[in-house]
């Protein structure tokens, strides 16, 4: 068990060096990500004038939300894994890792947590240069079940975000160009993953609906657990279901792996 | 060179264009839907907060949702006729693909500009306008010529001004030389044109609405659509729109200066 796990020790140094190259584009990219709060907090600002509550939360609980779920997107977000993935198949540097020992979705899963640690400690450096002005809008709820039941969460939603980036990364068998997909889905997952607007603000039919769908899991569940959106009975009744969609969300990458590479013709290399 | 023979080459460059969107049919559809759903994103946005209340910064849903409309009518000329030109050619500069386009017996920046159209970009034009006429419609606005005519011109501003902004942007791929993904900064202050100019106050309003042209470009264009022709605002909006055409031109001709080729 053990040695077997050095090697993915190994996969996951190398992928930390490997984005620490690219801390400039990740510290960019939080830099923008900041401006985009910005825009968040105009808007929702001027929506909340007049009224104390939306959705039975008021201003400074909503911006909070926010701001949980840009730490998030930097911490458990799939980037460009389903990219870097494609690449690999496309160019033929996937056949290396058939002949070795090793199980490509544990390695490439070691390497997309060096690289959330990477771009989570980046996204922390523009957040503490406005934390002045974002510190008397940040409230959080005191509850101790939040953390407890939150990390995991947190933790399963990080495997599923990756999961699906790896399941779109293997379409790459079947399609020549997976772009498209990928932010055809991003713009699924922007609304079914409460980014534009916290999920408990649609209608209670559509709400519901939602969280039989993975992408509720993938940002929305664990922010709402930390931010007070949800209660300790939805949160438990969520993290069943995370569970299930972890487990279906891998069942469904081993399908296409084993489908794929039967298709796959090993090209270059 | 003429204005004639420029002309010429940009048809050339369109008819070019269209012909390969031809071929590769599938993923004109699939990009034109990714835009697409992008924008009805955006709008659901509006909708699900005017469920909780009835007015931002003093803009009623529908008036808000013509001023997302205008703002995406911008945005997808700029996507059509210049994003991925600009896109390439900070790639070009890195690389150094970008001595092709000085070769050329013509103006770089033109050269540079207009070698494609995004034919799924300008497709979904007819959303927005169609966004835009649907808010109008259900306002019960019925705009004079004027209004229309200054309407249309004021979105022409628009695109001079995106064009500026982003190709002084993309620019700096002079300096900076490798990427740092620079070219998302358009789009994270152009999200700034879907809000009301009133939103803003203190320092976002300096930033937002007197530094940076986001919220000039789409306001003056729907205030003009809801309540009339104001010379004033007319006026803005010229004067920003030569401001940062101007500055576009700089940035690119001073890097232009620096440009020193890469290795190929």
């Known amino acids: 068990m053990f040695p077997a796990l050095t090697k993915y020790r190994h996969a996951f140094l190398i992928g930390l060096q490997s984005n620490i190259v690219y801390r400039w584009t990740f510290g960019v990219r939080a830099v923008f990500s900041v401006f985009h709060l910005a825009f968040v907090f105009i808007l929702w600002g001027a929506a909340y004038k007049g009224q104390a509550t939306i959705g039975g939360f008021d201003l400074n609980q909503t911006l909070t939300y926010f701001v949980v779920l840009l730490l998030m997107q930097f911490f458990i977000g799939a980037f460009n894994e389903d990219y870097q993935i494609s690449e690999e198949i496309r160019n033929g540097l996937i056949n290396q890792f058939l002949l070795k020992p090793i199980n490509y979705y544990l390695y490439r899963f070691s390497i997309f947590v060096a690289a959330r640690l990477v771009s989570g400690l980046l996204a922390l450096v523009p957040l503490l240069f406005a934390f002045p002005l974002l510190r008397d809008y940040l409230v959080f709820p005191d509850e101790t079940w939040r953390i407890l039941l939150g990390v995991p969460a947190a933790l399963m939603a990080a495997i599923i975000q990756f999961t699906i980036a790896y399941c779109f990364g293997l379409l790459t068998f079947w399609f020549l160009e997976i772009q498209s997909f990928v932010i055809l889905s991003l713009a699924i997952e922007t609304v079914l993953g409460g980014q534009m607007f916290p999920l408990d603000l649609m209608p209670a039919w559509f709400f519901r609906i939602s969280q039989f769908l993975p992408y509720y899991y993938q940002m929305y569940f664990p922010s709402a657990i930390f931010t007070g959106r949800l209660d300790q009975a939805q949160a438990i009744e969520g993290l069943a279901l995370q569970l299930f969609w972890v487990i279906a969300l891998l069942g469904i990458a081993n399908f296409l792996w084993r489908r794929g590479l039967r298709r796959h013709t090993a090209v270059g290399g | ?264």
């Not at chain 2, 010429?8 to 699939?30: G, P, Q």
């Not at chain 2, 190709?167 to 009301?196: C, D, H, K, N």
Request: with cysteine; hydrophobic share 55%.
């Open chain 2, 1 to 264: 060179m003429s204005l004639l023979s420029y002309l010429r080459i940009w048809l050339a460059c369109a008819r070019y264009s269209v012909v390969r969107t031809m071929m590769f049919r599938f993923d004109f559809i699939m990009w034109s839907l990714v835009e697409f759903l992008w924008m009805a994103v955006n709008l659901l946005l509006v909708a699900v907060i005017y469920a909780h209340t009835d007015e931002i910064a003093g803009w009623s849903q529908y008036e808000m949702l013509l001023l997302v409309g205008t703002s995406m009518l911008v945005q997808r000329f700029i996507m059509g006729f210049f994003w991925s030109n600009l896109f390439e050619f900070a790639r070009n500069v890195r690389s150094g693909h970008f001595d092709f386009f000085l070769a050329q017996p013509g103006n770089p920046l033109f050269m540079v500009s207009t070698r494609k159209l995004d034919l799924d970009g300008l497709a979904n034009t007819v959303v927005a306008v169609g966004v835009i006429i649907y808010a109008v419609r259900q306002l019960g606005l019925e705009p004079s010529l004027l209004q229309i005519g200054s309407y249309v011109l004021m979105i022409g501003c628009g695109i001079l001004i995106h064009y500026g902004a982003l190709l002084a942007i993309v620019s700096l791929t002079f300096w900076l030389g490798a990427s740092q993904g620079i070219e998302g900064s358009y789009f994270t202050l152009m999200e700034f044109s879907r809000l009301p100019r009133e939103a803003f106050r203190g320092a976002a309003n300096l930033i937002f609405v007197w530094l940076l042209p986001a919220v000039v470009v789409s306001n003056v264009p729907a205030r003009t659509l809801l309540h009339g022709f104001e010379p004033q605002h007319l006026l803005w909006l010229a004067v920003t729109t030569a401001v940062w055409f101007a500055l576009g031109v700089t940035v690119f001709n001073r890097g232009l200066r620096r440009y020193a080729s890469a290795s190929s």
